[in-house]
């Protein structure tokens, strides 16, 4: 049994870190509990778009990540034909930089105080405090009890938190998609330009990352029986459908990546548009953020930026309440305001994250139909979402 904590966030992944460091930024403390035994870097890579490099500037974070990554300023869309290929060249709008997940970790970390990230420390139930009380009581797995005046359940697709706020379970669908990065050592011939090729039954992503390092991925819509959930084995198998198909330079990215940069899915995991517009994503004082709250197939790549600007908008929610309260949060934050700003930030990501969670899983229904009149609604819905032209990435959440 220890002390009451002000505000505990349960999960250091990229979302949990990016809520501790903005509300550091802010002068309020805040506690990250960790389920594995030191910081989660491997993962490849993430793909920042301009809305994302925003949070990162307010975070004081963005012009050390630039550092390590470089500009995208291109997309490359190919179609393979029988008659031919088609091919686009659409201009990047604003920011794209594709980082290693390891640099984005351990940047956000380093600038967390000391001591805010308490590791090995599984939350295994959650249960309120006492009656009147908006607190809660976190129970590990190893039986230790942890007392918080607020939750912020920033772990993932399969979380603790969003149970106990009473959200369904995050539904998955079964698909094939390997990713990782490939080291030049005397440089790529690729330019600044993000490849991206639909050929017979496979979608190949090929997007520089530095002068000698490239970022990938595969996917392929009907693997076959033969696939295996063993990276390695399916790389193998990933390079006999492409044989044949695609261009030795991609034969030769796919065949030598990394090696800890390899990843294989075999499951997407989403919560549906419905469910994100109509769930209450607060009690009392605990909410939830980033994958916890909204996690969604890879199609957009907005995952992690929507994470990071949850997490920027729930910081400055708190600030807020921690300033009309007259302090600088820790105890001055009282638990009915500590309620109302977290309110206040779910309606303000409310909007923002049903549109990103209708367009990924809209994006995603299209590539698995084959009914010309889904596809055509699907169509429709991302012609009015702007998906074409990246409105998504357009999204300002503000200062912090
Ligand atoms: C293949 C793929 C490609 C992607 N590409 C992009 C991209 O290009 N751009 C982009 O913006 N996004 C991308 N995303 C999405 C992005 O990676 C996620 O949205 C983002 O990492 C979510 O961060 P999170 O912190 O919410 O969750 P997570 O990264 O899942 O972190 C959750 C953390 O909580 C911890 N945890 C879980 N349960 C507990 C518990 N009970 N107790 C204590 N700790 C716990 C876990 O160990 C973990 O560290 C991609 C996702 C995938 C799968």
Wanted: aromatic share 6%.
């Amino acid at each position: 049994m220890e002390a009451v904590h002000g505000i505990v966030i349960v999960g250091g992944g990229i979302c949990g870190l990016a809520t501790a460091l903005a509300l550091h930024r802010k002068g309020i403390p805040s506690l990250v509990l960790e389920k594995s035994e030191t910081l989660r870097t491997e993962g490849g890579s993430i793909g920042v778009h301009v809305n994302g490099w925003r949070v990162l500037e307010q975070l004081g974070v963005a012009p050390e990540l630039r550092k390590t990554a470089d500009v995208v300023t291109e997309f490359h869309d190919v179609w393979q034909q029988k008659q031919g290929n088609k091919s686009v060249v659409v201009p990047v709008r604003g920011e794209l930089r594709w980082l290693k997940r390891r640099d984005l970790v351990e940047t956000m970390a380093k600038n967390i105080p000391s001591g805010a990230i308490r590791f090995s420390c599984h939350i295994a139930a959650i249960r309120p405090a006492n009656p009147g009380s908006h607190g809660v009581v976190l129970t590990t797995l190893d039986g230790s009890i942890i007392r918080a005046k607020a939750l912020i359940g920033c772990d993932g697709s399969n979380s603790v938190v969003a149970k106990y706020l009473g959200l369904s379970p995050a539904k998955s669908t079964s698909r094939m998609l390997l990713r990782g990065y490939t080291r030049y050592p005397h440089g790529h011939p690729f330019g600044p330009h993000f490849l991206r090729l639909r050929g017979n039954g496979f979608f190949v992503g090929r997007s520089p990352m530095t002068d000698n390092l490239v970022n990938f991925f595969v996917a392929l819509w009907h693997p076959g029986a033969d696939a295996t959930k063993d990276a390695s084995a399916m790389k193998e198998l990933v390079l006999e459908k492409l044989k044949g198909q695609c261009s030795d330079e991609i034969i030769e990215m796919v065949r030598d990546p990394e090696p800890d940069s390899l990843i294989l899915l075999t499951k997407i995991w989403y919560r549906p548009p419905w469910q994100v517009m109509f769930s209450s994503f607060r009690r009392g004082t605990a909410t939830v953020a980033g994958d916890a709250m909204h996690v969604m197939g890879s199609y957009i790549g907005q995952g992690g930026s929507a994470s990071m600007e949850d997490a920027l908008v729930l910081a400055r929610s708190l600030s807020r309440a921690a300033a009309a309260a007259g302090g600088s949060g820790g105890d001055e934050l009282c638990e009915k305001k500590i309620s109302a700003a977290m309110g206040e930030y779910v309606r303000e990501r409310r909007l923002r994250i049903v549109r990103l969670s209708l367009e990924s899983f809209t994006m995603g229904t299209l590539l698995a139909t084959k009914s010309l009149l889904t596809k055509l609604a699907c169509f429709a819905i991302l012609s009015l979402l702007g998906t074409a032209s990246l409105g998504h990435t357009k999204y300002d959440c503000g200062r912090l």
